[in-house]
């Protein structure tokens, strides 16, 4: 292997762990974020998608003082009745609603 491509691998390597870098922090800043500042909400499923070899996905919306946040969350097996106009609960750092998550087992209903 020459200097040249040495220097391209090296490369792409800190890239990619750099990238998984800021992922791990990402994930761990969000769930410090919900657990310190806790709030939860109503929200909707808007939509039900599959991918192929990865199972299926609901998107859901809440609103927080007028402003719309949304995430998405991979079901499970049990979960895959679950359909557009669902509520359920969801859980949000009061800070920055955009770090939350949704209760698949928590679904709100009208009885």
Known sequence: ???KN??????L????VATLAYGIYSSI?????????SVMSKCVITSKYSVISRGYYV???????GNKYEGTQKLK?????IVEGDEFVVEYAKSNPSYNKIYLDKKITDE
Do not use: R
């Not at 390597?13 to 990619?16: G, H, R, T």
């Not at 097996?77 to 009745?81: A, G, M, Q, R």
């Open 1 to 3: 292997m020459s200097f």
């Open 6 to 11: 040495n220097k391209s691998f090296l490369l």
């Open 13 to 16: 390597l800190l890239v990619l």
């Open 29 to 37: 800043n969000s769930s410090n974020a919900i657990e310190k500042e």
């Open 59 to 65: 998107n859901y919306e809440f609103y927080v003082n």
């Open 77 to 81: 097996k049990k979960d895959l009745d």
